[in-house]
Every structure is written in C-alpha cells, then in structure tokens.
C-alpha cells in the first residue's frame, strides 16, 4: 500500500501553490521593489515543495500503519489530555492540573489508576516547589492559592 | 600558538565554579538522558533549553551545561546496549555487537567500564582534533562571501539524511516545510508574511516550541502507539574487576576508533552512526582472526564506543565554525545559540572568543567529569533503564510544558507546541525526518538573508550563486548527498543490518 505518501503528496502540492499563491499577494515594501523582494525566497521554497512532492506521488514508499481502533482512540485522548492541560494550567493551578494530566496519562498507558494520579501529584508538587523556590519561577497556584506563602 | 592562549583564556571561563557546577550537572543529566528509555540526546537537550533560558544563565553557562549534556548523551547510550542488547540511540547501536555477549558472560561490569573508557579517549581524540581544526576551518569560512553561504546551505539540507539515508527526496520535503515555516513572520523588510493577522506570528514561530514540540510530545504520542510502557527487567551488574592490562588491551582501538570517528563526525553526511560502524568494522580488520569479534571481544565494545563519541565532538566543528550542524543534536544546540542571540560561525571566533573557547574546555572538562561519574555511579545508571516509559514519559512531558510555559507565561504557546507534536506524530509515521524541518526552522532567516546579498550585489543575476570555485564546489557536494543516498545507500544499510541483525561475526 503506497497511500499515505501520495495523499501526503497531494496535500503537500496544494500547500506549495497556496503559499505560493500567498506569496504573490505581499504588499510592495516600503522604498519600491527591489531585485530580491520578500516572495522571492518563499516562491523558491514553494517550487522546491512542489517538485519534491510530486515525487512522492510519483515513486511513493511503502506504507506505515495507521493505529485506528482503540489505540487511535488512546492517542486521540493523549491529545485532548495535552489541551485540556493546556487550558486548565491557569485556572486550576499548577498542581491541580498536573496531578489530572500526568495521572490521567500514566494511567492510560498502563499504570494502575492510585499509582498513575500519586505520580502526577507527587510530580506536580516537587516540581512546583522546584520552580517556585529553587529557581525562582513562578508557577500559577489556581485554586491553591490560599497557601500562598510571603 | 595563539590558540593555545585562547585555550587558556577558555579553561579560565570553564573552570569558573558555578560553571563547573553546571558543566557537572549538565554531564550528569546528560548521561540521565543517555541511559532513559525513550529519551534521546536531541529530546533532552531541547526540553533544557527552555529551562536554561527561563534560569537567566548567562550565554557561556547555558552552552556549557548543554554542551555537557551532550557529552553525557553518548556516554549514557552505551548501557541499555550492553546490558539489553537495545540501543539506547542509535549511534550505540554498534556496541551492542560485543557488549552484549560481554554481559552474557557476566562482565558486565567490565563492558560498561572499558566503554566508559573508549568513551573518554575518542572524545578526548575528537576534542583536540576540534582544538587543531577549528580555528583554522573558521578563518577559511571568513572568506565565504553571501553566495557561497547560500550552497553552503544547501549542502547542509542535501547532506543531513546522510548518506545511509533512505530517501533523501524525504529530507528535500522536509528542508522545505522547514523553511517555510520559518518565512512567517515579519522580514526584515518590514513585510508581514503569512501571519494572517494573528499578533504571535508577528515575531515568527519560536523554533524553540517547535522543536520541543516536535521532538517530546510526537515520542510520548509513539509510545502509548507502541504501548511500550512497561518497564524492562531489573538488571544487576557484577563488581568490576579491571586491571590496567584490559585497559591497554583496548588503548590503540580506542585512539584508532576515536580518529575514524572524528573524521566522520566533521565529513557532512557522515554522522556518529557511520562512524561508529566504520570503527567496528575497520577494529575487525585490523584485529583479524585474532580476535573473538561477536562473541564478547573488548575492542569491539571499545572502537565503536570511541567512534560515536569521537564522532559527536567532531559533529560541533562545522557547527561551531560555519553555523551549519550536521546531526540533530548539534542543530538543537545551534537552535541555543540562536536564541541567545550569538551568530554562529566564523565571526563567532573573534566576536566571542570566550565563549567559543569556554565550551571547548568545558569539553574536555566535561569528558574528565564523564569518566569520574560514569565508573563509579554505573550502577545508578542501570537502575534507571528499569524505569517504567509509563510513568517517564508523562513527567517528561510536564517538564517539556513547564520549561514551554516558563519562557512566556501563555497558552498560545504550549496549544502550538502540542499542534507540533500531533505534526510531528504523523511526520515520523510517513518517515519524513524531522532534523531537516528544525534545521529549515533555524537556517531559513540567514539562507533567504545571503540570498537577497548575494542578489544584491549582482544587481539581481542567478548566476552569482554559482560563480566561484569554492560555490560551484558546495553545489557539486550538495547534489551528491542528495544522489549518492540513491547508489551507495542501500549497500552500507544491507551490510550495517546484517552485522547488527545477526550480532554474529560476519565475514565480508
């Protein structure tokens, strides 16, 4: 099966014309145009992608199998833990989000779920206290913060 | 001798406490990073880069400490190769030929001290041979005019999948979404360029996210793909008995693997993966029947041990001198360099002497450091490959958030660095590499830079790229690391498999 590189080749040439294209549109810098202006570089690179592409279409390699099912279904939820953990950073605090998160993750790779979120708190509180006083970096406290200390 | 006194002037700067401190952490965490499963020397330089940065290290720290890491890296590589047959990275993965019967027979012990010690000697080796040609690369670069750096480029995206690589249209593709990425922003004639309004693309994509992105969260993504969280068995080595005649057994393979690696590591296209093949194989040769290659001989750990580590400090000249890494690791320390805004190359010589010349002691400091941690705090080390990927890698991947989130205290940042990630996942999983796309990342404002130079000065004509000797020379040399992939690639894999895959000696 020889797929993903042509698919990926495909996407890669719609990619090159549309930067390319993008390219184009650049307004005149300021002083008038130059010998090399700002899309010259970039309608190099989009002709280089576009080659170098079409040869994937052309002489593809084989394929390396997709994870559907459950493992795509892991992945995926990987994924939604590095966002989530993303947006509760601020909110919640540090400790908070990072016991959730690395918990969650040990968990779903295999660590039994008391393991898995005793991990993520222990790894959150050493590292909170690592930044906050050993390195001097502030790390948001969230909902913790009445145990700010001054 | 006029380097011998900025030589001086280097160990002053790396002799300094606080950076020997450094340097000895750094050596430390590095060997940490070696010996980890699933943490490879360019992942874990790249996930301390942020945390050098947000510790406020002053510019020769930061380098040295990383530099150390670096150091470290190799030598922690060499363990899970011996005690489990696993290549730690794969420049290791030659040591495993010989290590690994060694363990077998129960001279563990003795296999991780005398790699420890080809270790030290090849990259003692590559870091005069930095020393010697250095200076001397750096003045012949002062003469390279904006065209000349432009093939010089080149040559660097066209050598970087080396010439084991296997498809090197792959790297092409790569180099270019590279640079691409790294066109966004504004140019430096004040244009926006694809920054669809969005404020934090004014200032371009930190190659920084990028990298961190790239590299820590698509290897946690492999691993829960791979489902290789569980840990490896408990692993116990023998009390060591060493005598000074086991070392001197393994000396002239150590020096000759140290030099053969060296040369690979300077050589473009080449890389610490070929050097430490070559030294195996040439050891082989050398030893000839004497020898018990593949069945536990101690020059077969020690040449090819000596030639990765040879190899990796030979792979910081043409960094250090022209600006241009030809490894993974070497263009994550670039990526440093960068970032504390140094101007690598020649002018990094003269402008920033002691700089340059700090990290080169801390070099050979380091490697001193390396020998005295990894004899006697092996045993450490091997506890370590017990711990389980389930539980390290999610900690990796909260460090890699922290270190992100430290630089700029915004979201914005880490939801880019996990877009980075899932990009990274489905770029390894269609086996375009990643190393070009940083390198396009880093590279791309200093090659379009030399460009519009060069056609400025030629008042717009092409031809100037290729008008001198030495141009029309790097063009030559690029064009061949893109085609000799294609003639002499699948004969070196086909031999490099058999060795490894057999782990038997091999008559060729």
Redesign the interface.
């Known amino acids: 099966m020889t797929f993903n590189d042509r698919i990926f080749g495909v996407l890669l040439i719609v990619l090159a014309v549309a930067y390319g294209w993008g390219a184009t549109q650049f307004p005149e810098p300021f002083g008038g145009a130059e010998g090399v202006g700002p899309e010259t570089f970039p309608y190099l690179l989009a002709a280089v992608l576009a080659v170098s592409s079409l040869y994937l279409i052309v002489r593809p390699d084989p394929d390396n199998a997709w994870p559907w099912s459950r493992t795509g279904v892991e992945l995926l939820i990987a994924v939604a833990v590095l966002i989530v953990y993303t947006m509760l950073l601020q909110p919640l605090g540090f400790i908070l989000s990072t016991l959730l998160a690395v918990g969650t993750l040990c968990w779903r790779m295999g660590a039994t779920p008391i393991k898995a979120y005793v991990t993520g708190g222990v790894a959150g509180v050493v590292v909170f206290l690592v930044f906050n006083f050993a390195l001097d970096l502030a790390l948001p406290l969230g909902l913790l913060s009445f145990l700010e200390v001054n | 001798m006029e380097t011998l006194g900025y030589l001086i002037d280097g160990f002053g700067v790396a002799l300094a406490p606080h950076n020997l401190m450094f340097a000895l952490l750094g050596a430390f965490l590095g060997t940490l990073i070696g010996a980890l499963p699933g943490l490879g020397p360019a992942n874990g330089v790249a996930i301390l880069i942020p945390l050098a940065f ?2 406020g290290l002053r510019p020769e720290t930061a380098l040295i400490m990383l530099t150390a890491v670096y150091a470290g890296a190799m030598y922690g590589g060499r363990i899970s190769s011996i005690l489990l047959n696993i290549p730690g990275d794969e420049p290791a993965m030659m040591t495993c030929l010989d290590g690994y019967p060694m363990a077998r027979k129960g001279k563990a012990a003795e296999a991780l001290a005398i790699s420890a010690v080809a270790s030290f000697i090849g990259s003692l080796i590559a870091t005069v041979g930095l020393i010697l040609l250095a200076p001397v690369l750096a003045d012949f670069a002062l003469t390279f005019g904006p065209a000349e750096y432009f093939a010089l480029f080149l040559l660097a995206f066209a050598t970087l999948g080396g010439i084991t690589g ?2 090197p ?2 790297t ?2 790569a180099a ?2 590279g ?2 990425i790294a ?1 966004v922003g504004i ?1 430096n ?6 920054t669809f309004g969005v404020l934090e693309l004014y200032e371009g994509v930190d190659f920084i996210i990028a990298i961190v992105g790239l590299f820590a ?1 698509s290897e ?2 492999f ?3 791979e ?1 290789a ?2 840990g490896k068995e408990k692993m116990t080595v023998n009390k060591l008995s060493l005598t000074w005649a086991d070392i001197r057994a393994i000396l002239p393979s150590s020096i000759r693997g140290g030099i053969l690696g060296f040369v690979a590591g300077v050589l473009p296209g080449a890389g610490a993966s070929l050097g430490s093949f070559i030294g195996y194989t040439l050891e082989k040769k050398v030893v000839g029947s004497k020898g018990t290659f593949g069945e536990g001989d101690p020059r077969g750990v020690a040449a090819p041990e000596a030639g990765n580590n040879g190899a990796s400090s030979g792979a910081l000249v043409p960094m250090l001198t022209l600006g241009v890494p030809g490894s993974g690791t070497t263009a994550v320390l670039l990526a440093l360099l960068i970032s504390l805004n140094i101007t690598p190359g020649p002018l990094m010589f003269t402008q920033n002497a002691d700089i340059v010349w700090g990290v080169i002691a801390a070099l050979l400091i380091g490697n001193f450091l390396l020998l005295v941690l990894n004899i006697p705090l092996v045993g450490i080390f091997v506890k370590l490959l017990s711990v ?4 390290l ?3 990796v ?3 890699a ?2 270190g992100i ?2 630089i700029s205290n915004s ?1 914005f940042d ?2 880019f660095m ?1 877009a980075f ?2 990009a990274g ?1 489905i770029f390894r ?4 590499p990643l190393v070009p796309i940083i390198l396009g990342l880093l590279l791309g404002p200093e ?2 830079k030399n ?2 130079h060069a ?2 000065i030629s ?2 004509n092409w031809t100037i790229l290729w008008d001198s000797g030495l141009a029309i020379g790097l063009w030559v040399f690029a064009g061949l690391g893109l085609i000799l992939p294609y003639i002499v690639g699948p004969l070196l894999r086909r031999r490099m498999k058999v060795q490894t895959g057999t782990g038997g000696p091999e008559g060729d």
Do not use: C, H, W
């Open positions: 947000s510790l296997k498809n249209m792959k092409v593709v270019a979404i640079l691409m066109t140019d004639t004040g244009v926006q360029r694809y969260i946690l993504l691993f829960i793909e489902k969280g569980g389980p990927p389930k539980y890698l999610p900690i991947t909260m460090v958030f922290v989130y430290s979201a880490l939801y996990v990630g899932v996942y999983k269609l086996e375009i090659m379009e460009l519009r056609l400025d008042d717009g």
